[in-house]
């Protein structure tokens, strides 16, 4: 099964989808839309929106989708069985306020460095 994932290194939803996939132990391709623009722009261009994760799954779509919705997708087309094993991150939540603040204050913190150049 090929498995494109478009996440956020660092994001509940994100970590909910990599749950899902660890819990089934499917490969799948992690492709950071953070740190790469041209892969948040390769997402919305597939997918037809900005929000994130999305998921490519041999060839369709999920978008804006949370861990629990893939594993849902996965199930009920047969592409996995059901399992006992727990997923090691809650598969439906969001960050919580405190990793909100601290992505915030490095994005800032990014924002304002400046490259120093020795000679």
């Not at 989808?17 to 790469?36: C, H, Q, S, T």
């Not at 989708?65 to 094993?85: C, D, F, H």
Request: proline residues 5%; negative net charge; aromatic residues 8%.
């Amino acid at each position: 099964m090929t498995i494109r994932a478009y996440l956020k290194p660092s994001c509940g939803w994100s970590r909910g989808v990599r749950a899902v996939f660890k819990k089934y132990g499917l490969p799948f391709e992690d492709i950071d839309i953070i740190n790469n623009r041209e892969n948040y722009a390769e997402m919305v261009r597939k997918s037809g929106q900005p929000l994130s994760p999305c998921v490519e799954i041999e060839g369709v779509m999920l978008a804006d989708i949370s861990g629990e919705e893939v594993e849902q997708y996965m199930l009920s087309n047969g592409l996995v069985k059901p399992t006992a094993a727990e997923a090691d991150a809650p598969t439906n939540s969001s960050c919580s306020d405190a990793e909100h603040a601290a992505q915030a204050a490095q994005a800032a913190q990014a924002s304002t460095s400046k490259a120093i150049r020795f000679f």
